[in-house]
């Protein structure tokens, strides 16, 4: 049994006895991690709108003279993968593909210190390995219903009329519509009566150096009676997630694993908690990873037909930030 396919097994055994856990899966499905005792977890800490094993201490100061700074790779060699992913595109292979980069930056903070100060609604720290500060739910599940926000369209809001710019964008409107009809399709693989409840709404991020909006939208199905005891079967049969890899799923990854330098590890996983009646999860996105070379803050954006590189390159740069008002 790989690593997978028992956090899978464990996640049905526990939410049939309707006892909490945490879990996170890798982009690639090759990693997982689990544990049994979430709230008494030591090997990690977590934070979610449900629970958090994080301890209750005062936010380090540091973070008025928080700074962080990216040195990331020449357009000319973004290009070249975005090249491979429109090339894919231009085949038919995929209509619409997450194209992301792994940038070195310089931080005056830890890892540590960034989850205690990052102001997002879904946290993970796993020292040594990495940080994520999630804005994007994966899946919610209250009462049989599963519902899923995926965000698709970035603008900083500096941008005159950036509300109206951003949905009126005929790319973005594009991409926005394609993967939230993959998350239906995707939902619909274990509920019924899937509906999509609000159509791209606008969201601000306030960080130190800028507010970004964000574009989502909310999806919501039901699930039957005793979907306790199919949990992990539900969370891995929508694996990877729809709005960090593409449509389709399966050959838009193909596309993704040749245009990007290696695996995506954690990053675009996802991961989750269940408090043994509801359960909540998120895309680990926001994302810095601890490598033997320093620092790499990882991000991307969707690219469609109507992508243009350098617009796509700038995207990548935008989401580069620390989320601390």
């Given at each position: 049994m790989t690593?997978?396919?028992n956090?899978q097994?464990?996640?049905?055994?526990?939410?049939?006895?309707?006892?909490?856990?945490?879990f996170?899966?890798?982009?690639?499905?090759?990693?997982?991690i689990?544990?049994?005792?979430?709230?008494?977890?030591?090997?990690?800490?977590?934070?979610?709108?449900l629970?958090?094993?994080?301890?209750?201490?005062?936010?380090?100061?540091?973070?008025d003279?928080a700074y962080?700074?990216a040195?990331?790779?020449?357009?000319?060699?973004y290009?070249?993968?975005?090249?491979?992913?429109?090339?894919?595109?231009?085949?038919?292979?995929?209509?619409?593909?997450?194209?992301?980069?792994?940038?070195?930056?310089?931080?005056?903070?830890?890892t540590?210190?960034?989850?205690q100060?990052?102001?997002?609604?879904f946290?993970?720290w796993v020292p040594?390995?990495f940080v994520?500060?999630s804005?994007?739910?994966?899946?919610?599940?209250?009462?049989?219903?599963i519902?899923?926000?995926?965000?698709?369209?970035?603008?900083d809001?500096?941008?005159?009329e950036?509300?109206?710019?951003?949905?009126?964008?005929h790319?973005?409107t594009?991409e926005?519509a394609?993967i939230?009809?993959?998350?239906?399709?995707?939902?619909?693989?274990?509920a019924?009566?899937?509906a999509?409840?609000?159509?791209?709404?606008?969201?601000?991020?306030?960080?130190?150096?800028?507010t970004?909006?964000?574009?989502?939208s909310?999806?919501e199905?039901?699930?039957p009676n005793?979907?306790?005891s199919?949990v992990?079967?539900?969370?891995?049969?929508?694996l990877p997630?729809?709005?960090c890899?593409?449509?389709?799923?399966?050959?838009?990854?193909?596309?993704?694993?040749r245009?990007?330098?290696?695996?995506?590890?954690y990053?675009?996983?996802?991961f989750?908690?269940?408090?043994?009646?509801?359960?909540?999860?998120?895309?680990?996105?926001?994302?810095?990873?601890?490598?033997?070379n320093?620092?790499?803050?990882?991000?991307?954006?969707?690219?469609?037909?109507n992508?243009?590189?350098a617009?796509?390159?700038?995207?990548m740069?935008?989401?580069?930030?620390l989320?601390?008002v």
């Open positions: 690593a997978v396919e956090v097994a464990n996640m049905n055994r526990l939410g049939a006895l309707g006892q909490p856990f945490f996170a899966f890798d982009f690639e499905l090759s990693q997982a689990f544990s049994d005792r979430p709230l008494e977890e030591k090997g990690f800490l977590f934070s979610f709108p629970a958090t094993n994080a301890p209750d201490i005062p936010k380090p100061k540091s973070g003279i962080i700074k040195f990331p790779e020449p357009i000319e060699q290009a070249k993968k975005f090249e491979i992913a429109y090339a894919g595109l231009a085949r038919g292979d995929s209509y619409l593909l997450n194209l992301t980069v792994a940038t070195p930056i310089e931080c005056n903070l830890s540590l210190e960034i989850f100060l990052a102001d997002s609604p946290r993970l040594g390995r994520s500060f804005p994007e739910r994966f899946v919610r599940i209250q009462n049989r219903r519902s899923t926000c995926p965000m698709k369209g970035t603008i809001a500096k941008i005159p950036a509300e109206k710019r951003i949905l009126d964008d790319k973005e594009c926005h394609t939230v009809d993959l998350l239906r399709n995707d939902l619909s693989l274990n019924e009566e899937v999509v409840k609000r159509y791209r709404y606008v969201e601000a991020v306030v960080t130190k150096e800028r970004i909006l964000q574009v989502s909310e999806i199905g039901l699930l005793g979907w306790q199919k992990g079967d539900i969370i891995v049969s929508m997630c729809g709005s890899s593409g449509a389709p799923k399966e050959s838009t990854v193909g596309i993704i694993q245009a990007e330098d290696g695996p995506r590890g990053y675009t996983g996802v989750g908690y269940f408090d043994g009646r509801d359960l909540d999860s998120a895309v680990a996105i926001r994302f810095i990873e601890e490598t033997p320093g620092l790499r803050f990882r991000s991307g954006g969707g690219i469609t037909n992508s243009k590189m617009d796509e390159y700038q995207e740069l935008d989401k580069i930030y989320p601390f």
